[in-house]
Structure formats: structure tokens, C-alpha cells
């Protein structure tokens, strides 16, 4: 029998492991766990998180970051993971975004088990089409004396929120309408007056368990007055909708930003309201900048879809959202989706600030490169990717009689070369005289002389012996071939070699480039310089 502290697994006979685990204030939860080398629990209710975005602006960092943790905390424990989409402010909704946040689950390999475009048996999942749900759920609490209607203007808690600002104290509203009598509140309704409905916050709150920050309490009431849970466009707010979509979609657990920490008592005390069993919640850390600052969604580097456009891979940016998360054993490892499944354990997210290291995404990007290209279907797509960014990029700078070389192989075998040496597959698009055969004139060698032609003649002649076609191999021939030309400058001769296959003064070096074209592209490029040096002979 194995007890599980914080959703890992530790054995009951080792009691100072337990002991050394204990500061980190780990909630004892009532669950089994196998001791498998995957770290997949099985709980006695299936386990059921949601990711819950608003639609408010596109995916950011922050909300990939909490999309990830609760799809590999269900993958995890062999759960489900859904997709809400909470637009019940109605004022700041962005058409683009929820297509945008869908998109990028996808992209990512984030896959909702329910949502809005896949149904379920707990929907809708869009909070705007369950309005009737709400209205049902707030006379619950009506009825029940948990909730009242207020009626005050919003003339009247401006006038307080400047009174409290006046007098140094925290706004608050100071539950008036709590004391409407039944034939007041009569009467104002059939006023035609507008309200909202607010609850009725009890005094005595309770402590509740974090999975990451363990025992917790914030005394709310002493901070806010009764909040809102029904706003006058009978839209409900977050904290409302929040509990009770939880509750209907059967929610076992709420992984979520720390912002949401202090709000948790209050979610808490309308799960007492309604007489509901509350879910269990973890908290994550905040994701800072490298210098400390909040992310905010003002900064436009941080949006999930300016990495997706700038060439990272989405394996990549989910692993490096890791290295500042943690939840792993190994916490700077190369891990794809699937390995960060097995290896969670939710007892090892810290408490402390993640901070993102932007520097480190290059070297992540490029290691899981490396690996892909170990991997045959893992291969293939990254060849299909950068033989789409070519075309996509390169093809509209085609002029007539030029053609793009996107060969399957020799895109493979550029990825295989370079892999070491770019941080992203769209580094190599910088290597345009790959792609493209350079459209050479005689204007390119207004410059040359005999001693060009006869460069290019000796240095043929020698590639076509060639049977080794690789850099080192490639380097001593060539260096042979200047012993064999009385006079030549040594600038002269990479020169003359650099323009026939690239068309360019300057670029890579002569061995790395001949290697990269291979033996055939390069014999025929500089077989089309010799013949225009020729040429402008006659």
C-alpha cells in the first residue's frame, strides 16, 4: 500500500523521506497510487481538470503554462482534460481569440477529451450559452439566504470607493442592501430597478489544503464586502460561474494561477452555500521576466502564436515552460510531450516565482532538433516543415529560369549537417544559395582573370575525383589544387570558388558550402560559372 503526499508517491515505511517533505507542507491526499516507473495514479473518482481561458486576447505564455500543468497532471493520473471558455465579459471579448486559443492547443499537442468543439456530457462549455444554469443556481442561493439583490447606483459605490481612498482604507462595499426588508426589495423590483446579486460573505472562513502551497487562510471579509455574483446584464462573474461550471462539469481538481489564491476561501464558502464537495486546488507559481517583472500581456514577445511564427517547436516551448515550472525530478532535461506526461509529479512544482530565462529557449529548440532527427516519423515532419518554409518564404523572390531545391533528401541532409548549428529550422533559410541556384551573368566576373577560369577548370576536375565528398576531405583537395596554380592569391582563389556557388562575395566557408550542395549541384554550378567566364572570352 502506497500513500500519496501532494499527487507523488512515497512509501509508508519511510517515514524520514516524509519528514524531509513535510516543510514543503505536501496535503495528504486520499488517494492510491502504483509505484511505476510512469508515476500514473489511479484516484477513486476519475480525475477532471479544465483549462478555463477567457477570450480576451490571444494565448500568452502565462495561459500555456497553466494549460500545460493541467493536461499533464490528468494525463498524469490517467484523467480528462477540458476546454471552458469563460466569456462572460462580455465587453473585452476579442472575436479572434477563441479560435486562436484552440489553435494553439492544438499546435502544442494540448488536445482537450471535452470542449467546445468536441462536445461532451457535461456541456456547454462555453460559459455564454449556459446562462439558464446560472439563473437556476443563483435562486438556490436566494432561497437559501446566501445571496441578496443590491440596488445600489453605481454613483453610490463610486461615492464609497473615494470615501475609502479619502480616509486611507481599502475599498469596499458596505452591504447595505443586505438589510432590505422582502417588501423593499418588492418594491424596487417592480420599480423597474436595476441590481445585481451579491453574496453574503460568513465571517468564519475556514483554512483550506494547496497541493503546492499547502495550508492556507485568508480572512477575505475583512478586505472586501459581499461580492458580486450576478452582475445587472444577469452575466454571472468569475468567482460564481467558476464554482458552479466546476461543480456541474464533475471538476476534481483546479490547477490555476497564484493570483487565484486569495480568492480560493471565497469559492470555498460558495461551495459550503450551495452544500457541494469543493474540488481540490493547486496553485501555481507566477511567471516572471528574466528581471523580475510580472508577464503581461502588454508585452508583445510573450504570445504563444509570436513563437509558433517564429519557427520554435511546439514540443520545445512546452519543455522550456517546464524548466521554470518545474514538477520534475530532472529539471533542465530534454522532454518531449509524452515524457513530461510520465515524469510529472505535482509534489515538486515550487512555490517560488518561475522565472523565464528567454536565452535558454534557443538551445531547448535546438536540442529537441537534434532528437527529432533521431526519430523516422519525427524526421519526416521536420524535412516537411522546412521544405514548406522554403516555398512559403523563398519562392516569391524566384525569378524565370531559377527553381527551388527542396528535394526531400537534400533537405534531410542540409538538417542533418546544420542541426548543431541553428537554433531554429528557419535559420537555414538564411542559407538562400542552397535553395536557389544563383543566376550568375558575366557581370558577376567583371574582375576575372585567366587565373579565374583556370581555378574553376583544376577545381572540377578534382571534384569529379572526389569520392569522399565531406568537408575535411573536401578542404585538403582544394588546398591541393592552389599548389598547382602558379600565383594565386589565397583570397583570390575562396573568392572565386564562394561567387560560383553562391553568387555572393561573402557566406559560409567554401568546404562547408561544396558539402552542403553536395558532389553533383556543385560541379554543375561551377561548370555554369566556367562557361560565362567562356563565354565573355569570345
Known sequence: MITVYAGCSIYSSAPRLLLNRLHKRCYKSTLRCYATSTNLCTHQTPVRVRFAPSPTGMMHLGGLRTALYNYIYAKSCGGKFILR??????ARLMEEAEENIKQILTWTGLLPDEGPSIGGSYGPYTQSQRLEIYDEKINILLKNGSAYRCFC??????LLRKEALKNRQVPRYDNRCNALTADQIKQKMEAGETYVVRFKLPEDV???????YG?????IHTVEGDPVLIKSDRYPTYHFANVVDDH????????RGMEWLTSTPKHLLLYKAFNWTPPTFAHLPLVMNKDGSKLSKRQGDIFVEKFKDSGYLPEALLNFITFCGSGYEDNKSIKNLNELVQQFCIDKVSTHSATLDMEQLDRINRSHICRNLTDDKQKHKLTTELAFAIQNKLGKRLSTHQHLNVNHDFVLKVLQLRKNHINKLEDLLEYEYLWIEPKLSQDHFNNSSEITEEILSLVIKELERCEV??????????????SQIRNVKSAVF?????LALSGKKE????KEMLALLGKEESIKRLETALNLLKAKDK
Do not use: A, C
Open 507 to 510: 557566406g559560409p566557408s567554401v
Open 153 to 158: 447606483t453605481p454613483q453610490r459605490l463610486n
Open 248 to 255: 456541474m462539469m464533475k471538476i476534481t481538481h483546479v490547477l
Open 469 to 482: 565528398f565531406e568537408q575535411d576531405e573536401i578542404y585538403q583537395l582544394l588546398t591541393s589544387v592552389t
Open 215 to 219: 495550508k492556507t487562510k485568508h480572512e
Open 206 to 212: 475556514e483554512s483550506f489544503q494547496d497541493l503546492v
Open 494 to 498: 575562396w573568392k572565386t570558388l564562394r
Open 85 to 90: 471558455i469563460e466569456d462572460t465579459d462580455q
